[in-house]
């Protein structure tokens, strides 16, 4: 048995001096462990610089949350097709909500492409042998008898009615179907003369230059030089080939003379005959030659075939030449010197000293000789970016111009208003290795859309990487090291329309993005005063102001800028604490409002065939991600700009000293690491307490705290503490004071703020005329323009030819303030009505609650710009902010308002020397003094009066949860198992969340919320990873507890939960979505090119089993499928995407990259595809007798049609005899030893011979011969 | 002084030939101008066919700068015409859609319809202008058509006409007006132009002029946002004759 071991305690043990060494040992290691936490905590929060984009911000949360696209506008929001407008127009798409007041029929509850006779196809018009694209179905098979085929593009390759060849009538060619060759020779008596081995427009045109006339002679020997084609049909004989009807061998009674005569259709000047035709081209050199009268000469071996401006004004040759700028006229309407032989000469096409350089209003600063078909890019200011990359330069009002040089004449095109095309240029071409001095110019769609678009796709973007679209640039913002970031900005900003409130209201958003706050950083100065620690630079007007403009400036209208007229205006933006732009910077802005001098937006003349629009459909990047669908989608798509900003942190750590504690052994260990731990921790408190925000002496001060600690801690855990810590700790805290005296102390953050809003016009209209001085039509005044020179400024009788820019009549009285009724939020009143004021209260007449959401407003009779401050001032100019953040003129004007409640005041107020009871006083006397002015500039002098008074008082309610991201009830991808959620609460908070509901307390996770001491009018928000799901539904339950500054405090028990949970759910999708297939697929052959093809994608799985949007990759942009484009909710699971044109892919291996997204996953998957070529005509393999009949065999599937009489196949494949077989590659027909077979074949894109594919002549003895 | 007075006998025989040689001009003007505007009634066909001519002259310079159409009802302002749209989208970024596919049958309608109660009339005045003559007339029931060519157009009236006089009758069955107008060449170019601005939104009107140079093109982009429109303004180099056509295509609207 063993024996039992009794341990005795003794109290001695349990309270003697050891244990208390063991308990203290303990008790540090238990206590240095919270010491510790509470330090890396410290250590690494970082210090408050950050960029706040305040409105944006909010605006970037929503717009995550909702999710929705930017572009296009319309076209991705729901459509309903309207088959009869009430204006009659046949198959238009409307938004929903708009259809019915549009339509006199029915409005389908679908698109017209997705409906059975809307959806637009290819109309072919068999009387005229037209195709027409884009044609509704109802309206092509309407009794005027037109054919439907389903392609809108018209190809050749569905629709091969609308193959073009080249069709000769008499001397005059065109690019035409074969059924129009034949409507077309039909007209002039003509046999046809259809070419389909002419595929090229060019080509055809070509023939035109070859003069085909020769002489046609008549039975009483006159003569005329006709097409053969044309003497046939007139005489029923031949031309003589080669000869001019003046040929002495022909001995007609025509004869040389001197004169000479231009001919319709042709360039060139001619000799005349007796008779009146036209002979050879006139060179005087040649009148005598006897031989220049009898044959034909081809115009390139007339007389300066070469010469490179096309004989311009040449006396001796009459060789012209249009291309090269030339054409035959008589001298005197040309202008000219009389040639040596007859009236005409090759006249002058050329522009001279055409305007080169123009400004907004006409007037013309330099010129320039250009080349009959040239065109060249007019602007009426600055464009683009300057060679710093500092900002967009297009002044307001500017718009670009295309001019062009035809017949001498300078013709302008002014591109589309408010910039919305840009003019592009190339100025030549190497030909042959010579370069060939030739502008070509375009207007163009400005793609500014997407570099704003780049700015929406996260905080991770590249933006060096993605903002490499030809419309835009990166701007840098680089004003210090805690204030930088990049944005894409267009190179030519969009222009705003002034005069529509809604657009403003638009535009508003759009400046918003360069609204941005900068918290400058101080530290205090030994021996007193602070200086600057961080972001000093956002205290420099020339760098924070200016290039906060710029930023401003380049994202549309936006900022101080100016007009094209040169006038400046600062109303577009606002700047606190921080100087406003220097006067070399707006004299800078204002040499824009002049063009400069070779300042071009250049293209290659290889990518002008591209630039001319956006690919049909493509609509501009459809993304659902990236862009959006309504103008709401738009405006908050545009507040998620400020994700993509970078923010550089400007986090310092403080202290992090864990290792200096680790000091000697033992009770000794231990007490020095509490003793740090305490030390540290009274040292950071001690920074904090006095208001300590220089990172070099809070970490100074908890070092000093940490080192006093441990030693105190030490001697007391030793026993040597006696007397000596006492004065420890008192030098310890002295040393703090010194440093706080001298180095620390309360040096507070001050926010420099930049507010950007919409560019406005000088106020009145002393410049609107200038609007209308186009001189020589040369500019053109246009709505924006004229808005632009005054916002007195009003473009009428728009459309007529009498369009003016005049002046709005002044009544010279200010506007009158009322307040507005309709905005008032519900549960509030206005009281106290008058001239000079009102209150607003809550509808039972108390003072405002904290924190409820009040929206007030007012009215002005007439459109005017309101502003407000919280004190009295003597002007205008002098008050602060903008009614409502708006410096729109307006007729109703509105203003969110958010009281924090007393407490947040005080808990986030810097002044420490402001008491509860100045906070309440001012909360009681809160008044909003306001001032409006009208276009004219006339104000109220006397301040309009809004009294607001908040209600101070305990905060009694719990917090509420107003928005989640994502969204309750979301779909998750598939394999998902955890989430970040943001949630946002109505005051501020702090929240926690668990599986279950469970109280406040209870609950076992925490969100992390932002500051409660920033401002936030849609919410505070809080975010947490939710983790631990499963695939399926997973549930989750909120709670949150207000007044967080309480914590730990010892009102801690004034805090109000929730008492019931939010309820969030979350579903994990339980398939992956995948892309099952994708058309094209292998290989794609055309008949021609460029040709169409579908895009199909179908998809399954995924949270709907397969219903989701598609995109397919288009250079750095998804976009979104057409398919797909009509509903905001993912409809179906397959997609497409008509009218792919080849011409964007290469003739070869391609590839195609497609995106599908459901809400919940994304699945990729890539569509490779040959395009081929098949522009061949069938060739004929065998031919043979066979059992009385003939037969012939083609190396592909084809058809075969004969005539006996065409012997060079020139007859139409519908008018020649169809050979039996069908579409297939063996044809045969009847054997006829009389006939010879002219045989011509064609496959399924048409592609025919350009001459016969075989010719078979039918013997008895042999079987057939043929060549 | 004798030297004086044949000065002025001579500046004043002048003077009466040079007013003489007015007098005759605009006598001889105006009778021929007289002759060529009144065809007689005794020849009705003359007589219908300047009738149909006029008609269908004047419905044609109607519409040529109206777009196509008599009276346009879905129109963008244009110089003081009303210029209808033959493609048009009301959305942005979107190409148009054809509104009149078949363009050149429906000019042809459009002029049919418009000189049909003309010619009608005329066959009225006609039968009047005969019956006081001593005609005795018989009118069936009247078709009329127009067509469409290359440089012409072309009004065909079908309709039983038969005159009787003194026992004489004189039946005409077929009455036709055929007169140079450049309306159908304009047509297919307008056409041309909206079907490259219904695929590429874009109509290159300066290389088309290189190659056709019988066309004078101006484009003009008018107004903006929901009435940014194209207007081209097609001219034809021989007559002078213009067309617009109106175009709303792949618009963009201002701010957004």
Not at chain 1, 243 to 269: F, I, Q
Not at chain 1, 1022 to 1040: D, H, I, P, Q, V
């Amino acid at each position: 048995m063993k024996e039992k071991r009794v341990v005795e305690i003794r109290r001695e043990k349990i309270l003697g001096k050891r244990a208390g060494i063991t308990y203290l040992q303990i008790f540090i290691l238990i206590l240095s462990s919270f010491a510790f936490c509470y330090l890396v905590n410290e250590a690494t929060k970082p210090l408050s610089i950050e960029v706040k984009n305040e409105e944006t911000s909010i605006l970037s949360k929503i717009w995550e949350i909702i999710s929705k696209p930017i572009f296009p506008l319309v076209s991705a929001t729901a459509l309903n097709c309207c088959q009869k407008t009430k204006s009659d127009d046949t198959c238009l798409d409307y938004e929903s909500s708009q259809c019915q007041n549009e339509c006199s029929g029915t409005c389908l509850p679908t698109s017209c492409d997705l409906s059975a006779d809307c959806k637009k196809g290819c109309c072919y018009d068999s009387s005229e042998g037209l195709c027409i694209v884009n044609s509704p179905k109802v309206k092509c098979e309407s009794d005027l008898g037109g054919i439907w085929k389903n392609n809108a593009e018209c190809n050749v390759n569905v629709v091969p009615e609308c193959r073009s060849g080249c069709c000769v009538l008499g001397s005059d060619v065109q690019f035409v179907t074969s059924a129009r060759c034949q409507k077309l020779s039909g007209e002039k008596n003509l046999a046809v003369d259809f070419r389909a081995g002419i595929t090229n427009e060019g080509e055809c045109i070509a023939l035109r230059f070859q003069d085909m006339r020769r002489a046609c002679i008549f039975s009483d020997s006159s003569c005329k030089m006709l097409t053969n084609n044309e003497c046939r049909s007139l005489i029923g004989r031949n031309v003589v080939p080669n000869y001019l009807c003046s040929s002495l061998a022909l001995n007609t009674t025509c004869r040389p003379s001197n004169e000479t005569t231009c001919l319709e259709g042709k360039d060139e000047v001619y000799f005349k005959d007796t008779c009146g035709n036209a002979a050879n081209i006139y060179d005087s050199s040649k009148i005598n030659n006897k031989d220049y009268w009898e044959k034909v000469i081809d115009k390139s071996e007339g007389c300066g075939a070469s010469s490179a401006n096309g004989n311009v004004g040449s006396k001796t040759c009459g060789n012209c030449f249009y291309l090269s700028g030339s054409k035959c006229k008589d001298y005197k309407e040309a202008n000219m010197e009389k040639p040596d032989i007859g009236e005409k000469i090759c006249a002058d096409l050329s522009c001279k000293q055409a305007p080169d350089l123009v400004d907004a209003f006409g007037k013309v600063i330099s010129k320039k000789d250009r080349k009959n078909g040239e065109s060249w890019c007019v602007y009426d200011s600055a464009i683009g970016v300057d060679d710093k990359n500092t900002m967009s330069r297009d002044v307001v009002g500017s718009r670009h111009y295309r001019y062009s040089c035809i017949e001498g004449e300078v013709k302008v095109e002014p591109c589309a208003d408010f910039r919305n095309e840009v003019c592009t240029e190339s100025t030549g071409a190497t030909v042959n290795g010579t370069r060939v001095e030739f502008s070509s110019a375009v207007c163009r769609i400005n793609t500014w859309q997407s570099c704003i678009e780049v700015n929406t796709r996260g905080a991770n973007v590249d933006k060096e990487e993605e903002c490499k679209g030809e419309d835009c640039f990166v701007k840098k913002i680089t004003i210090d090291s805690g204030f930088k970031f990049d944005i894409c900005a267009p190179k030519s900003k969009e222009g705003f329309d002034l005069s529509s409130e809604g657009a403003m209201q638009t535009a508003e958003q759009v400046c918003k993005m360069a609204t941005q706050t900068c918290t400058v950083l101080y530290k205090k100065k030994p021996f007193g005063g602070c200086v600057v620690a961080k972001n000093g630079n956002c205290l420099k007007a020339g760098i924070f102001t200016k290039q906060m403009n710029e930023l401003c400036v380049s994202l549309g209208d936006c900022g101080g800028y100016v007009n094209i007229d040169g006038d400046y205006t600062d109303s577009g933006y606002t700047v606190k604490k921080v100087g406003k732009l220097a006067q070399k910077f707006i004299d800078e802005y204002k040499s824009y409002a002049k063009p400069v001098p070779g300042l071009k937006v250049v293209t290659d003349m290889a990518n002008l065939a591209g630039q001319f629009g956006f690919p049909v459909d493509a609509g501009a990047g459809k993304d659902k991600e990236s862009g959006g669908g309504s103008n709401t989608g738009f405006l908050l798509g545009l507040g998620a700009v400020g994700i993509g900003w970078a923010m550089v942190p400007a986090s310092e750590s403080v202290a992090g000293i864990s290792g200096l504690g680790v000091l000697g052994g033992g009770a000794g260990f231990g007490g020095a690491l509490i003793g740090a731990g305490i030390g540290m921790i009274v040292g950071g408190l001690m920074t904090k307490l006095l208001g300590v925000t220089d990172p070099g002496i809070a970490m100074a001060m908890t070092v000093i705290g940490g080192i006093a600690g441990a030693v105190v801690g030490y001697l007391a855990a030793t026993g040597a503490c006696g007397g000596t810590c006492l004065p420890i700790i008192i030098i310890a805290i002295i040393i703090m004071l010194i440093l706080s005296l001298f180095g620390a102390g309360k040096c507070p953050p001050k926010k420099v703020t930049y507010t950007c809003m919409p560019w406005q016009p000088p106020a009145g209209g002393a410049d609107c005329e200038k609007c209308n001085s186009g001189i020589d039509g040369l500019k053109t005044c246009s709505k924006y323009k004229c808005q632009s020179l005054g916002q007195a400024c009003e473009f009428i009788n728009e459309g007529s030819d009498n369009e003016l820019c005049i002046t709005k009549k002044n009544d010279g009285r200010a506007p009158v303030i009322t307040p507005n009724y309709g905005v008032l939020s519900s549960n509030f009143s206005y009281m106290n009505v008058t001239s000079a004021g009102f209150s607003v209260r809550e509808s039972n007449g108390k003072c405002i609650e904290a924190f409820s959401p009040l929206v007030f407003g007012i009215n002005t009779d007439k459109a005017a710009q309101c502003k407000i401050d919280l004190k009295p001032t003597a002007t205008f100019d002098e008050m602060e902010d903008y009614f409502g953040d708006s410096n729109l003129y307006l007729y109703n004007h509105t203003m969110p308002f958010a009281i924090p409640s007393v407490e947040l005041a005080l808990a986030c107020g810097n002044d420490t020397n402001v008491s509860e009871a100045d906070v309440m006083n001012q909360y009681k006397n809160l008044r909003i003094y306001t001032r409006c002015q009208d276009i004219f500039g006339n104000l109220n002098n006397n301040e309009y009066l809004v009294d607001v008074c908040a209600r101070p008082g305990p905060d009694r309610t719990a917090p509420y949860i107003t928005g989640t991201n994502p969204l309750n009830n979301a779909n998750l991808g598939f394999n998902t198992t955890s989430k970040e959620v943001e949630i946002y609460t109505n005051e501020p908070a702090s929240c926690k969340w668990s599986k279950q509901d469970k109280d406040y307390d209870l609950m076992e996770n925490s969100f992390v919320c932002e500051d409660f001491c920033e401002p936030a009018v849609f919410g505070w928000k809080c975010a947490s990873n939710l983790n631990n799901m499963t695939k399926g539904e997973n549930t989750f339950y909120f709670r949150c507890k207000d007044q967080p500054w309480l914590e730990g405090t010892a009102n801690e028990s004034k805090r109000n939960a929730n008492s019931q949970g939010y309820n969030y759910k979350l579903r994990v999708t339980e398939t992956p979505l995948v892309i099952d297939r994708i058309i094209p697929d292998g290989t794609v052959t055309y008949g021609s090119l460029p040709g169409t093809f579908d895009l199909v994608v179908d998809t399954s799985g995924g949270v709907e089993n397969g219903k989701a949007w598609c995109y397919y990759k288009w250079g750095a942009n998804w976009i979104l499928m057409q398919s797909d484009s009509v509903s905001w909710d993912f409809v179906s699971n397959s997609h497409f995407q008509t009218g792919m044109n080849t011409a964007n892919f290469n003739v070869g291996a391609n590839s195609l990259q497609i995106k599908c997204t459901d809400g919940g996953n994304e699945a990729y998957k890539n569509s490779t595809f040959n395009i081929q070529l098949d522009n061949i005509a069938p060739l004929v393999t065998r031919v043979y007798n066979s059992g009385g009949s003939l037969y012939i065999l083609t190396n592909e599937n084809s058809e075969c049609a004969y005539s006996n009489s065409y012997q060079t196949c020139s007859f139409l494949f519908e008018n020649g005899t169809q050979m039996n077989g069908g579409f297939t590659q063996e044809h045969t027909a009847s054997w006829d030893t009389q006939q010879t077979y002219y045989i011509k074949c064609r496959d399924a894109w048409n592609n025919e011979p350009s001459s016969c594919s075989i010719r078979v002549k039918a013997y008895n003895d042999v079987a057939a011969s043929f060549w | 002084m004798i030297k004086k007075r044949g000065q002025v006998t001579i500046f004043i025989i002048i003077g009466i030939i040079i007013l003489a040689g007015i007098v005759i001009y605009f006598l001889i003007a105006n009778r021929t101008s007289i002759g060529i505007e009144t065809p007689s009634i005794s020849d009705p066909e003359s007589y219908i066919e300047k009738c149909a001519r006029d008609a269908a002259s004047d419905a044609i310079d109607i519409m040529l700068p109206q777009g196509g159409w008599i009276d346009p009802l879905h129109y963008r302002l244009f110089e003081n015409n009303k210029v209808q749209y033959l493609c048009y989208t009301n959305l942005f970024y979107k190409s148009c859609v054809f509104q009149e596919p078949l363009y050149i049958a429906h000019l042809e309608n459009e002029i049919t319809g418009n000189i049909d109660g003309k010619v009608d009339r005329c066959f009225s005045e006609l039968k009047s202008g005969l019956i006081d003559e001593g005609y005795e007339i018989d009118m069936g029931n009247m078709d009329i058509k127009t067509e469409l060519g290359t440089g012409f157009v072309r009004v065909n009236i079908d309709r039983n006409f038969v005159m009787t006089k003194h026992g004489e009758t004189r039946k005409i069955e077929k009455f036709k007006s055929i007169f140079n107008s450049p309306l159908y060449k304009l047509a297919i170019v307008g056409q041309e132009i909206a079907n490259q601005e219904a695929k590429f939104c874009y109509f290159e009107y300066v290389g088309f002029m290189l190659l056709y140079s019988d066309f004078n093109i101006v484009k003009k982009n008018v107004g903006s946002g929901l009435n940014a429109s194209k207007i081209y303004t097609i001219e034809d180099r021989y007559t002078n004759k213009k067309l617009n056509i109106a175009v709303r295509s792949c618009a963009i609207p201002p701010a957004f």
